[in-house]
């Protein structure tokens, strides 16, 4: 199993590291566009046969396309993913300099157990994060390819059409598994998986049962964001267009706890 690092971001301030995995000749997600070259001029072997998605973002999705032509390798998805990557989707500025697009490629329905080269990959559906996104778990190697459902523990900031109730509902499925690498899309850890989910997990839900708390009281976003000690972050506001913020994470809440409303009976 190798985990390849690649950051190729065209402004180096605004890098993130990106790993995507290859385990013989299988990979787990692609890597961003803008590592097209190096990616290009690399040896692989053994040459890839498979790729499985775990997100259509165009940092994991960036590369399927060149995989799946040069190569011939199928490319292994859920059924959303496939949906947006059979036309492709368009990016924002601030995506484009930090990743670059991803080409539509065709994606093979994953089904929920995948044996290939004498393992086998169990699907876990995991939404929150992106629709239609995949954790890859491989009990007999104590594995779990986690996508973005970690990345770090304390996540205050996050894009737009984030979830955070699905989030928490994915992270409490993956707590029950039994295994020990997280192998994540931008932050792998050998060992100790599953208590750092753990430790995510109850951040989350400290996040949410606070901005609950803050709707009950009938606070706007902005002074949710004040009841809750955080901090909005004015310039990545700016530089994203708007598209990752604190508020969109306390709206995930607000818009989840007015959901629970209109479906609870009216009080007579
Ligand atoms: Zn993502």
């Not at 859920?78 to 300099?97: A, C, D, M, Q, V």
């Not at 994915?170 to 430790?199: I, V």
Request: a positive charge; charged letters at 25%.
């Amino acid at each position: 199993m190798q985990c390849v690092r690649v950051a190729r971001s065209l402004v180096p301030a605004a890098q993130i590291p990106v790993c995507f995995y290859q385990v013989g000749s299988l990979f787990i997600d692609t890597g961003p566009s803008n590592a097209r070259a190096w990616i290009k001029n690399y040896f692989w072997q053994p040459a890839p046969r498979a790729v499985l998605l775990t997100h259509f973002h165009e940092d994991h999705s960036g590369n399927a396309a060149f995989f799946h032509d040069r190569f011939g390798a199928p490319v292994y998805g859920h059924p959303e993913t496939g949906r947006i990557l059979k036309t492709g989707f368009s990016i924002l500025p601030y995506e484009k300099i930090m990743f670059g697009p991803a080409e539509p490629v065709p994606v093979v329905h994953m089904p929920e157990f995948f044996e290939f080269e004498g393992r086998r990959y169990q699907a876990i559906e995991t939404p929150g994060h992106a629709p239609g996104h995949l954790c890859f778990y491989v009990k007999e190697e104590g594995w779990l390819f986690a996508g973005d459902m970690y990345v770090a523990e304390k996540i205050k900031i996050w894009r737009r059409t984030e979830n955070l109730a699905q989030q928490i509902r994915s992270l409490e499925l993956l707590c029950t598994l039994d295994f020990e690498a997280l192998w994540c899309g931008h932050n792998p850890q050998p060992s100790g998986g599953p208590a750092l989910l753990k430790k995510k997990l109850a951040y989350f839900r400290w996040f949410y049962d606070r901005a609950a708390e803050a709707y009950r009281k009938g606070l706007s976003e902005k002074e949710a964001i004040r009841f809750m000690k955080l901090r909005e972050r004015p310039l990545v506001k700016l530089l994203t267009f708007n598209d990752v913020s604190v508020a969109h994470m306390v709206r995930s809440v607000y818009q989840n706890e007015k959901e629970k409303e209109s479906l609870s009976p009216a009080v007579l």
